[in-house]
């Protein structure tokens, strides 16, 4: 049950009138026209309209007709008189009030007014001056809706942030009891925080949520250790590497063909999701340690672990007391016990092999390039230790687990939407599979097949902007700073919410509409950049992602040759697919597809292909509909 009791302290149209702003917020234009001037139902019915515009996407059911689109219920949350957040919102509950204390003495002034002789007239006028100082001074204080923090626990955090940031703009506060964040939603303020003034945030509670996991590795860490650790890790990552990898992407896709091949013969539908979650790990282990989890195959202890110690820093993040810092507790609790033993697993694990890396390194004999590229291991992990730098396990194995888990679950969450996008426009599809039909054909796409694939990409630039992962970036401020005009004390924990920025009608025209096309195909790749922060798909500035590259030539490897080999539909009777919120945006109910063979003809040579896949590498075995969680 959710309890709503989100109340703004300050009025946003006299902040807007203070400022001198025209009333219409220049990132949510529906704001404007719902709150001037308009009496209470005529504002509460724009209101109902301006969050329809930001509202989701509402999808036809998974029988045939395509998936349905929820938030974490698909049944509206609602509050104890049984009236939904929408509804609420809808009704003007949330609509800005102005100063609470003026409100609270306006009728007592009201009935001094009324006094006919002179001193209760002198003291409404009194009472009145200073309603019109609290007013002025509620008009310059941030926006802030008041909750319960269990009205987000459960809940696919971003969304109510975009319900909110419809009412409140661009920068607000949100509070439960005596926690708050400032929500970001505003463009502008996103560029100040990432690039202008970077060196004010730091990651905050991420950094606590991810200690346990990555500890001192590059997401997490901060400060002098963040500039080290950077600073060798980036160029593990560089040209000649990413292309040495692309022929392992291939592999790892071929891989999967067999698997989906496999399972189709089966008559089985496959749990896309749970499918990209295991390709790449399988990518990802390859090409961080030189590990094969051959995850696409079968499951297996450190799997398990993997997915336990994700599972829980996501519990974690959103969990309200951190009951496993207290020793006992994590003791007594079995999730936590299982965390700790998954940990033991993992550490022990990497710290195998690091030794085998190192006693590879130490018998290679050989000079490397400035790019250390080994035929033997061509992983991170030799790099690292080619590159001669003189580095404790501890920061190694940190160092490796920040990027097998940063690299694995959003290039999963990226083929998986970009797949669902997909689901109802089958016109995309096709020109997607013309694409690729004619730059790859049949066999392994390489690195300039890959650049050529332009549309292929716009697909998954577009998939990435109407699902952004991570959702919201964290922060927090090392000093006070001023958003959009609001101060911020130091020590305040940040939300940059990349969807609402991502889904910002004054940023993008028809928001939630999935279009490709609007990122020119002549143009350049859409980044940070090119669309001025309004588009933070790998984030910016200095902490921007440092796998971007390699994560998008191996979606578009992944999309390669699985699009040429196959039709994807969803499986008749799928559950609606609906959103949880991790680390990532995960699917609530998987993402069951029926795989069917897909019959090509070759357009170079015009002889049916039937899109075959060449150089299957083991035949597949596992059967993709258990959850991975
Ligand atoms: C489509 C896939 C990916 C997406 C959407 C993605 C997204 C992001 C984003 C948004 C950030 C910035 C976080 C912040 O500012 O708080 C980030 C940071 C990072 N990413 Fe990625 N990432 C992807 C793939 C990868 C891969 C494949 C690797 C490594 C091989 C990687 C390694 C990292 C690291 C190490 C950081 C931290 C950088 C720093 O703080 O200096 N990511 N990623």
Redesign the pocket.
């Known amino acids: 049950m959710v309890r709503l009791n989100l109340e703004p302290e300050s009025s946003l149209e006299e902040f807007r009138a203070h400022i001198g702003r025209p009333p219409q917020h220049p990132a949510y234009p529906g704001r404007g026209n719902c709150t001037e001037n308009f009496p209470g139902e005529q504002r509460a019915a724009a209101q109902a309209a301006s969050l329809q515009v930001l509202g989701y996407r509402s999808l036809a059911s998974s029988n045939g007709s395509g998936p349905s689109f929820s938030t974490q219920d698909d049944v509206p949350r609602t509050d104890g008189d049984g009236r939904s957040l929408d509804e609420r919102m809808a009704s003007g509950e949330f609509t800005d009030r102005g100063s609470t204390k003026e409100r609270l003495t306006r009728p007592v002034r009201k009935i001094l007014a009324k006094d006919p002789v002179g001193p209760g007239r002198g003291l409404a006028y009194q009472l009145a001056r200073i309603g019109k100082e609290w007013r002025a001074a509620a008009a310059v204080r941030m926006p802030e809706a008041r909750g319960d923090i269990r009205e987000i626990v459960g809940e696919p955090v971003f969304v109510p942030l975009q319900k909110l940031a419809a009412i409140y703009g661009g920068v607000f506060r949100l509070s439960f009891g005596p926690k708050s964040f400032v929500v970001v939603s505003d463009a502008a303020v996103a560029r100040h925080m990432?690039m202008t003034n970077a060196t004010n945030y730091s990651?905050g509670i991420?950094s606590e949520i991810l200690d346990f996991i990555m500890g001192s590795?590059?997401?997490p860490?901060d400060g002098e250790v963040?500039r080290a650790?950077?600073r060798i890790?980036?160029p593990s990552?560089h040209r000649k590497y990413i292309a040495n990898m692309v022929d392992m992407f291939a592999d790892s896709g071929l891989h999967g063909v067999a698997t989906l091949d496999a399972a189709q013969k089966a008559g089985q539908a496959v749990e896309m999701e749970n499918f990209f979650s295991r390709l790449t790990l399988d990518i990802?282990g390859k090409?961080?340690f030189n590990y094969d989890f051959d995850s696409l195959t079968h499951d297996d202890p450190v799997i398990q672990a993997v997915y336990t110690v994700l599972r829980e820093a996501e519990y974690r993040s959103t969990y309200p007391l951190p009951y496993w810092n207290v020793p006992l507790l994590r003791w007594l609790v079995p999730r936590q016990r299982r965390c700790d033993e998954a940990l033991l697993v993992i550490n022990s694990t990497l710290d195998s092999l690091i030794a085998k890396s190192k006693r590879l390194f130490d018998e290679e004999d050989q000079e490397f390039g400035e790019d250390f590229l080994s035929d033997e291991d061509p992983s991170?992990l030799h790099f690292l230790l080619a590159s001669g730098d003189e580095i404790t396990s501890k920061q190694l194995r940190d160092d490796l687990m920040?990027?097998l888990i940063?690299?694995?679950e959003?290039?999963a969450?990226?083929l998986t939407w970009t797949l669902y996008c997909l689901t109802d426009r089958p016109d995309v599809l096709r020109r997607m599979q013309q694409e690729i039909d004619e730059v790859v054909g049949d066999g392994k796409p390489n690195m300039d097949q890959l650049q050529k694939l332009r549309f292929t990409m716009r697909v998954v630039n577009e998939a990435?902007r109407l699902y952004?992962?991570?959702p919201v970036?964290?922060?927090r401020a090392l000093a006070d700073d001023v958003l959009s005009g609001f101060h911020v004390s130091a020590g305040s924990d940040i939300f940059i919410s990349?969807w609402n920025i991502h889904r910002n009608s004054g940023y993008w025209q028809r928001p939630e509409e999935f279009d490709p096309d609007r990122f020119l195909l002549d143009g350049p790749v859409p980044n940070e950049t090119t669309e001025n922060f309004n588009y933070?798909?790998?984030?910016?500035?200095?902490?921007?992602?440092?796998?971007?590259q390699?994560?998008?030539f191996?979606?578009l490897s992944a999309l390669a040759i699985l699009l040429r080999r196959f039709e994807f539909r969803m499986a008749p009777g799928a559950p609606p697919v609906g959103m949880i919120t991790g680390a990532?945006i995960h699917t609530k109910e998987g993402l069951l597809m029926e795989v069917v063979p897909r019959s090509v003809t070759d357009p170079l040579d015009g002889v049916p292909s039937n899109g075959k896949a060449i150089d299957v590498i083991t035949p597949a075995a596992a059967t993709l509909s258990a959850s991975t969680a």
């Open positions: 990432l990651k991420l590795g590059l997401i860490a963040w650790r950077r890790v980036v990552l990802i090409a961080v991170i920040t990027m940063a690299g694995h959003t290039t969450a990226v990435m952004p992962q991570p970036l964290i922060r990349v933070l798909p790998f984030g910016g500035g200095r902490r921007k992602c440092i796998g971007d390699f994560a998008l191996e979606s990532t």
